[in-house]
């Protein structure tokens, strides 16, 4: 799954938010999302590839990402 952070931003704007969300989500290594480009945007990639992963995780995958994402919109609004 690709997604990325909803900026009103150009595009280097959205590519410096989205690698502050990785870089973020994936500090302390319990999470892991990646950062590629999709027909020259910026990203963040989710895959899922163990059949361990269940709603829980995915759950607090995406807690983090939206708290990760208000982070980095708030810190650009100052």
């Known amino acids: 799954v690709n997604f990325r952070v909803k900026l009103n931003g150009n595009e280097a704007e959205v590519a410096a938010a989205n690698a502050a969300v ?4 994936t500090r302390d290594g319990r999470l892991w999302i990646s950062l590629t480009q999709v027909n020259g945007r910026s990203v963040m990639r989710m895959m899922v590839i163990s059949y361990l992963t269940g709603e829980e995780q995915l759950r ?14 708030s810190a650009a609004a100052r």
């Open 60 to 73: 607090e995958l995406q807690e983090t990402l939206v708290t990760a994402a208000a982070n980095i919109r």
């Open 22 to 25: 990785v870089d973020e989500v």
